[in-house]
């Protein structure tokens, strides 16, 4: 792939996400909408929920969280037969990549399979779920000390927004 | 709610949108004692619909409406993308009017130059910078310098840069013109929650409703613009909340709808009098499509900066903006702080696994900047529309065609590699850049002025080439991009329309 080609790719990849942002953005609202997906007896919320943190694994994050990360993306997938579709894709991919249980399979293995299957389009839609709900948690919010809404606060003003302290003096 | 104007009376100017563009032509107007009717096709906010929540916003504000190709980052909601916005507002430099001139010609691009110069539109500048109350102008103060800003400013010093500023941001630095100063709240791009960012929705949109000369339809979504047989614009169609057709009938027409809308109007009005769509006997409508060449750099850096205090956009570099060739391609680029909420954070850094979890982890020490540079313009580049797939209201799906030029590719690699000394100047680690983040915000081209005919779609006031009374004013009017992110050069431009249109209507022109 040459230089064009990869910027290209990564283009299309950024205004991919910029827009995916949007259309899933409201995360946090959807969560735990329901547990439709439980009588739904999908039986891939635990492989889900593992490639969930190996996403974005952070030790901070206790499992409940992907757990409900993905419930609310299944709960979604109940009425969306190609995310569903896709969700069952991902999870045939990863155990056909590892002798069929991905799941018990070494950390290392399963992030190689993921590795060789992350430019299959049933990644990137589950990547862009996982993302857009993971990152607006509040769970991990705390963890990554960000505050969210500001203005019942009346925003930053008296509240750090030019506190740096450490850069340069003569800068 | 009874109408304002009557459907039938034919003396109204109807202005199509009321962002940036038709939000300030239809106040200027107005101002002039001219009856504006301004079709929008989003309904209308109060301040208190904004929350810092920009997925909440994203349903509440942005153009939903089916599109393929290219994503854009636009509103249907009054005050258009002006509720979006970041509120940076840098002037074009002189060259970038004349870019054939000065570029020479480009392989694959179709530049021309602009058939007006940078002193004929200074006065205008002036107009819109006081109009949107420009930081660093009209005697207003520098915006506050945030954190971001200050990492901004530091890395410039340490690299060499001379222009830094935290100047040129429509958000007030102290109360102004009826809107409060900044509190720096953050979440700018979900709309200002207490209007201190300039927006037409809660400035020129009630501005023009004081003059007793205004009516502003909401929902109220134009699907053609009609003709009689003469040739002339006589009135324009649109469906309401409900889906029902009216028609009001105009003196004059202006659109404004962003470059997608634009287009798509224009083309759906074709007749057998306009075969390829109203005002496009140049074939230029639709084509030389321009959204930047932009760009996103993160670093982790050594300390907080906690980033997400203020405003998304702070300050601007100016010393990359020039043409110097010498740089490898043409034209030039500013620097700009974008401040990102978690998730939009994840998204820029991309990929997957340990390294985007640990960007992530450090939040608190992120610092980013992100580029605005001049993207040539290509007659490929362009806003087409589906075969047979319609959206709701019966009109063909756009499809926005875009590829960056060799040009940009060669801007991107020096952009990225001058955050990147910028940022690791201060100690920042694992710096990425992405090319392309943020793209879609920034619009336009597609219905370019000219001075000749046959190379675009309007004249030097935006006005149609082929139609007398059928104006632009929009960013699709531009000719070419410049650096400059392009708000303050549309509400200029804007503002120099209702001035030509109120002298050809006193002179019985129109």
């Known amino acids: 792939m040459n230089q064009g080609e990869t910027s290209r790719r990564r283009f299309l990849v950024a205004a991919i996400t910029y827009s995916g942002l949007l259309s899933t953005g409201a995360g946090v609202t959807l969560l735990r909408a329901s547990n439709t997906w439980a009588d739904s007896s999908n039986g891939n919320s635990d492989e889900l929920t593992r490639m969930a943190r190996l996403l974005y694994p952070h030790d901070g994050i206790a499992d409940n969280v992907y757990a409900e990360v993905i419930d609310s993306i299944l709960s979604g997938a109940a009425t969306d037969a190609s995310m569903t579709n896709m969700l069952n894709q991902a999870v045939t991919a990863l155990n056909a990549a590892q002798n069929g249980d991905w799941f018990e399979a070494s950390e290392n293995d399963q992030i190689a399979a993921m590795r060789a299957v992350e430019h299959e389009a049933f990644f990137a839609a589950i990547l862009g779920n996982v993302q857009a709900r993971f990152y607006n948690h509040p769970k991990v919010w705390e963890l990554i000390k960000y505050p969210g809404s500001s203005v019942q606060f009346g925003g930053h003003v008296d509240r750090g927004f030019d506190d740096i302290d450490w850069l340069p003096e003569d800068a | 709610m009874a109408n304002r104007y009557e459907l039938s009376d034919s003396s109204v100017v109807v202005v199509i949108g009321s962002g940036a563009g038709g939000g300030t032509v239809s106040n200027e107007l107005?101002?002039?004692?001219?009856?504006?009717?301004?079709?929008?096709?989003?309904?209308?906010?109060?301040?208190?619909?904004?929350?810092?929540?920009?997925?909440?916003?994203?349903?509440?504000?942005?153009?939903?409406?089916?599109?393929?190709?290219?994503?854009?980052?636009?509103?249907?909601?009054v005050g258009g993308t002006t509720v979006r916005w970041s509120g940076i507002t840098p002037r074009f430099q002189e060259h970038e009017f004349q870019p054939l001139s000065t570029y020479g010609k480009l392989d694959d691009t179709t530049a021309i130059?602009?058939?007006?110069?940078?002193?004929?539109?200074?006065?205008?500048?002036?107009?819109?910078?006081?109009?949107?109350?420009?930081?660093?102008?009209h005697g207003i103060p520098p915006s506050a310098e945030t954190n971001e800003y200050?990492?901004?400013?530091?890395?410039?010093?340490?690299?060499?840069?001379?222009?830094?500023?935290?100047?040129?941001?429509?958000?007030?630095?102290?109360?102004?013109?009826?809107?409060?100063?900044?509190?720096?709240?953050?979440?700018?791009?979900?709309?200002?929650?207490?209007?201190?960012?300039?927006?037409t929705l809660y400035s020129e949109i009630p501005k023009?409703?004081?003059?007793?000369?205004?009516?502003?339809?909401?929902?109220?979504?134009?699907?053609?613009?009609?003709?009689?047989?003469?040739?002339?614009?006589?009135?324009?169609?649109?469906?309401?909340?409900?889906?029902?057709?009216?028609?009001?009938?105009?003196?004059?027409?202006?659109?404004?709808?962003?470059?997608?809308?634009?287009?798509?109007?224009?083309?759906?009005?074709?007749?057998?009098?306009?075969?390829?769509?109203?005002?496009?006997?140049?074939?230029h409508l639709g084509r030389n499509y321009m959204r930047h060449m932009t760009k996103s750099t993160l670093a982790i850096m050594p300390g907080a900066v906690n980033f997400h205090r203020g405003t998304r956009q702070s300050g601007l570099i100016l010393d990359e903006q020039y043409h110097k060739p010498e740089r490898g391609f043409a034209g030039g680029y500013l620097i700009e702080t974008a401040a990102m909420e978690p998730l939009m954070t994840a998204q820029t850094v991309g990929g997957w696994g340990e390294r985007t979890a640990d960007y992530l982890e450090n939040y608190t020490n992120l610092a980013a900047t992100w580029v605005s540079g001049e993207d040539p313009p290509q007659a490929s580049n362009r806003i087409?529309?589906?075969?047979?797939?319609?959206?709701?209201?019966?009109?063909?799906?756009?499809?926005?065609?875009?590829?960056?030029?060799?040009?940009?590719?060669?801007?991107?690699?020096?952009?990225?590699?001058?955050?990147?000394?910028?940022?690791?100047?201060?100690?920042?680690?694992?710096?990425?850049?992405?090319?392309?983040?943020?793209?879609?915000?920034?619009?336009?081209?597609?219905?370019?002025?000219?001075?000749?005919?046959?190379?675009?779609?309007?004249?030097?006031?935006?006005?149609?080439?082929?139609?007398?009374?059928?104006?632009?004013?929009?960013?699709?009017?531009?000719?070419?991009?410049?650096?400059?992110?392009?708000?303050?050069?549309?509400?200029?431009?804007?503002?120099?329309q209702a001035d030509h249109i109120a002298e050809r209507m006193s002179r019985k022109e129109l």
């Not at chain 2, 004929?120 to 500048?125: H, N, T």
């Not at chain 2, 941001?169 to 929650?193: E, H, L, M």
């Not at chain 2, 003709?227 to 006589?234: A, L, P, Q, Y």
């Not at chain 2, 798509?264 to 007749?271: A, E, M, V």
């Open chain 2, 384 to 496: 087409t529309f589906h075969e047979t797939e319609r959206d709701q209201y019966g009109l063909p799906v756009p499809i926005l065609n875009y590829e960056f030029h060799p040009n940009s590719h060669a801007m991107y690699e020096h952009a990225a590699m001058g955050s990147k000394k910028l940022l690791e100047s201060l100690d920042g680690r694992n710096v990425t850049s992405v090319m392309g983040g943020g793209g879609g915000c920034h619009n336009m081209g597609v219905a370019r002025m000219s001075a000749d005919p046959r190379d675009g779609v309007t004249n030097r006031w935006g006005q149609s080439h082929d139609i007398a009374n059928l104006f632009v004013s929009d960013g699709s009017v531009f000719v070419s991009s410049g650096a400059a992110n392009p708000t303050l050069t549309i509400v200029a431009l804007a503002i120099r």
């Open chain 2, 113 to 137: 130059d602009w058939p007006i110069t940078l002193d004929e539109l200074a006065p205008y500048y002036d107009k819109a910078e006081d109009r949107m109350g420009v930081s660093g102008t």
């Open chain 2, 208 to 283: 023009a409703e004081a003059t007793d000369h205004f009516e502003l339809r909401t929902n109220a979504m134009v699907v053609k613009i009609n003709h009689d047989d003469s040739g002339k614009m006589t009135g324009v169609v649109y469906a309401d909340a409900n889906g029902d057709l009216h028609e009001q009938k105009a003196r004059a027409v202006c659109v404004a709808g962003n470059v997608v809308e634009t287009t798509r109007l224009l083309q759906n009005s074709s007749t057998s009098m306009f075969p390829d769509g109203l005002g496009n006997s140049s074939g």
């Open chain 2, 150 to 199: 200050k990492v901004l400013k530091a890395g410039a010093k340490k690299i060499g840069y001379k222009e830094y500023t935290s100047t040129r941001a429509a958000i007030n630095p102290v109360a102004r013109d009826g809107r409060p100063g900044c509190r720096q709240i953050g979440f700018c791009w979900s709309g200002c929650a207490i209007g201190a960012k300039w927006s």
């Open chain 2, 30 to 77: 107005a101002h002039k004692g001219i009856d504006v009717v301004c079709l929008e096709a989003g309904s209308r906010m109060q301040l208190s619909d904004i929350v810092n929540n920009p997925g909440a916003m994203h349903f509440k504000m942005s153009w939903l409406d089916k599109r393929l190709g290219a994503p854009t980052w636009l509103c249907k909601t």
